[in-house]
């Protein structure tokens, strides 16, 4: 890994032994994208790529005469001289122009990476990367822009965020400011997005990219279900296994937009940060605003190398502590047994018979505080209910490890029912318009993060319930989507900043409490998966994936999530049948062989299944307690997608390809068909590997592939719906 800077050509050259990142100092000052890509031998210079020409219609600058931004690929493009494209950024100066011009003021590298204050980010040693500081200046706007660029040693990742200060003494406008800009030659590519809504979270969807935009964002104050902060340009041909593919990755929890712009000259610009809808951020004299970080990862060797890419880095540079690399308790929730009507003798009873199944630790959901018996009342007022819990959290918490269990429990803390202490006490605390009417989403209002006193007082009461009792896990769920957004502390010009400051509100909270509490595990969760972000990872390294625990619905969310999202981080349970989302009645044995790829817990009552599923029950635990490193932290290949074929598989391989555990479920049956063959993917060629009776070469098992009519008890010929195996493959 290097940053070489070529004073003579004022070019940039970031590579390692994957990839290059070339850009340089453009004839007008500002900075100008030269190439990404697979790694190129270095050069002075690479000017040659640039377009010096009087077309038609092209506004060209002044003093060179034959440069146009347009022509040519921006790094960080503005609005108001020679370029036309969907600008980066958009600054409102006091007289009211919208026009500027960033020029080449001078740069910094450097060994490491350094961190963005109070947001989430990727962070590497100094001999994990090394980073590019390029600082530009507006001299009319008396602005300084800093561009950050860090490449790792060892992924083919480069990050980058952008950096306004304001040096002029009057008040800036910062109307946009997106992350990233990567112009990119050409427009052979496919857009993939994932898509959704509230428990069908994350399923992939492909477009073709034409002249003009595809655009995805959320407004919703959190990154959403409906839309993930993931997207993909990938090559027409490329598939799981060949072809090149760019990742783009927001390390943000809140309203985001991404969008990919085709021109009229044939190429591509990738856009991606904080949505510029509903986003004004005041920038007094001296003051500074950072953006959050996107990491840019490419493969030229298909989709799953893409995603291992994201795995490794996320679980070795984005999640911290001690989960960090951690193989994940196994847990019982009881939402789904009990929702809010339980008594204290309800939870140990299920807690007892999960103990003696081999669960290590329990987790107490929603209901446990105030007058929260339904969701009409009690969010705010973090108090344990004595009925509930009659000697507290403490008490339970320690009945639970007296019992061998460990404990944790459930908060919503971002939220506040208007039936509740907190609200009769503080109406203001809640985000709300004056003189309207304020939208409830599931009965409840949305506190006002913005506000630090509203974040402190939380902060006061968690920290009481957590003080003296032995807590080891926080479920960290957020329930609605922001509405009326306006903060009553904020004058009029600050309402623009609501959003962002909300979003930094929560992150401040879950670093107070990390810092604290710093054994602890956080889930985080926003009705399942409406918040499944990497900026979460960096504070919660697992977040519970869907309210949809259907199994079969679950490959598809689980599969999509793996685009973008380490397996160790995907919050996965068995939870009862019929389902209570869906109504399928899925056996046991699927449940749990969807839930192995995943952090692994149960979402039901143990005490209502049969003894024969209980003694499945221990031996499912048993074998993800003996495989879990290899099933959350191996190397990840998707090998049959559910959204082409009724039948879904994947497998994990360890790092030194010894041990590899697959699984393929059956969606819906084929009757009357031929069972075929699994290809497996991973696995060393001259590896003698063990799967069940046989013997077969890695080679075999990966070309010729895995005999299914072999698997289990006849393998899939019976047409049975929903039926699946999990296989653990080992070589000496
Ligand atoms: C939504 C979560 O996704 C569920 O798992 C559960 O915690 C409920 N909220 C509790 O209200």
């Not at 890994?1 to 004022?10: C, F, L, P, T």
């Not at 026009?99 to 003021?105: L, M, R």
């Not at 990476?113 to 980073?131: F, R």
């Not at 856009?271 to 500074?288: S, Y």
Request: charged share 25%; with cysteine; hydrophobic share 35%.
């Amino acid at each position: 890994m290097n940053i070489i800077w070529h004073s003579k050509s004022k070019q940039y050259h970031l590579y390692n032994d994957k990839i290059s990142y070339i850009l340089g100092v453009s004839p007008v000052g500002e900075l100008e994208g030269i190439y990404f890509g697979k790694k190129v031998h270095d050069k002075e210079d690479f000017s040659y790529v640039e377009y010096r020409y009087m077309l038609p219609n092209v506004a060209v600058d002044p003093d060179t005469e034959s440069y146009s931004c347009e022509l040519n690929r921006q790094e960080y493009p503005s609005f108001g001289t020679t370029d036309f494209g969907t600008e980066a950024f958009d600054i409102e100066l006091p007289n009211g122009s919208r026009v500027s011009s960033f020029t080449y003021k001078e740069h910094r590298i450097y060994k490491g990476k350094e961190s963005l204050k109070g947001l989430p980010a990727t962070y590497a040693s100094e001999d994990e990367a090394m980073t590019l500081e390029v600082t530009l200046e507006d001299e009319v706007a008396r602005m300084m822009l800093i561009l950050t660029y860090t490449i790792f040693d060892r992924y083919p990742v480069v990050t980058r965020h952008a950096t306004f200060i304001n040096n002029a003494s009057d008040v800036t406008k910062l109307r946009k400011a997106l992350s990233v800009c990567l112009d990119l030659p050409d427009q052979g590519y496919q857009w993939m997005q994932f898509s959704g809504a509230w428990a069908r979270e994350r399923i992939p969807q492909i477009k073709d990219l034409s002249s003009g935009s595809v655009l995805i964002e959320s407004k919703r104050g959190v990154s959403s279900a409906n839309q993930n902060p993931f997207v993909i340009l990938k090559r027409l041909e490329t598939d799981e296994f060949n072809g090149e593919a760019i990742g783009f990755s927001f390390v943000y929890s809140g309203n985001f937009v991404a969008q990919a712009e085709c021109d009229t000259f044939g190429r591509t610009r990738m856009l991606m940060g904080i949505n510029p809808d509903r986003f004004t951020w005041p920038l007094e004299k001296g003051e500074r605003f950072e953006t959050p970080e996107v990491v840019i990862a490419m493969t030229d060797r298909g989709l799953n190398d893409l995603s291992q890419t994201y795995h490794r880095l996320y679980n070795n540079n984005l999640v911290r502590g001690k989960w960090k690399n951690q193989p994940r308790p196994i847990l019982i929730n009881n939402w789904e047994a009990t929702f809010m009507d339980f008594t204290e003798e309800r939870i140990l009873s299920i807690a007892e018979k999960a103990k003696k199944a081999g669960v290590e630790l329990f987790v107490l959901d929603d209901g446990w505080f105030g007058e929260r018996n339904d969701d009409f009342a009690g969010l705010g007022d973090w108090i344990e209910n004595p009925e509930k819990l009659p000697q507290g959290m403490k008490g339970l918490a320690r009945k639970m490890n007296a019992m061998g269990l460990k404990f944790g429990f459930w908060i919503e803390p971002e939220m506040v029912n208007p039936d509740s202490n907190l609200f009769r006490r503080h109406p203001d605390w809640a985000l709300s318009t004056p003189g309207r009417k304020a939208s409830l989403g599931r009965h409840q209002m949305v506190l006002d993060y913005s506000r630090e006193e509203v974040v402190d007082y939380i902060y006061g009461m968690l920290k009481k319930v957590i003080a003296d009792a032995p807590i080891s896990y926080i479920k960290w769920d957020m329930n609605r989507s922001l509405t009326e957004v306006y903060s009553t502390a904020l004058p009029p010009e600050q309402q623009g900043m609501v959003y962002h400051k909300y979003v930094l509100g929560v992150y401040s909270l879950y670093e107070r409490l990390r810092q604290d509490y710093p054994d602890i595990l956080f889930e985080s969760c926003s009705s399942g998966g409406n918040r499944f972000d990497a900026g979460m990872l960096y504070y919660a390294p697992q977040a519970w994936c869907s309210d949809n625990t259907d199994s079969i619905d679950r490959v598809r969310i689980q599969y999509g999530t793996s685009y973008g999202y380490p397996i160790s981080s995907i919050g996965a349970h068995v939870s009862a049948v019929p389902n209570q989302q869906t109504g399928r009645n899925v056996p046991i044995s699927t449940r749990a062989n969807v839930a192995y790829f995943g952090t692994f817990g149960y979402e039901l009552d143990l005490n209502h299944i049969t003894d024969e599923e209980f003694e499945e029950v221990k031996e499912q635990i048993a074998f993800m307690k003996a495989n879990r490193e290899l099933l959350q932290f191996g190397r990840f290949y998707r090998l049959r997608s559910p959204f082409e074929k009724d039948q879904a598989a994947w497998i994990v391989v360890s790092e030194d390809g010894k041990r590899a555990i697959f699984g393929l479920y059956c969606m819906k049956s084929n009757v009357n068909m031929l069972p075929g063959f699994l290809k497996l993917a991973g696995l060393k060629d001259d590896l003698l590997y063990k799967l069940g009776e046989g013997e077969y070469y890695g080679d075999e098992l990966m070309n010729l592939g895995v005999p299914i009519g072999k698997l289990g008890s006849g393998g899939l010929t019976t047409g049975q719906d929903f039926i699946s195996y999990v296989e653990l493959l080992e070589a000496d």
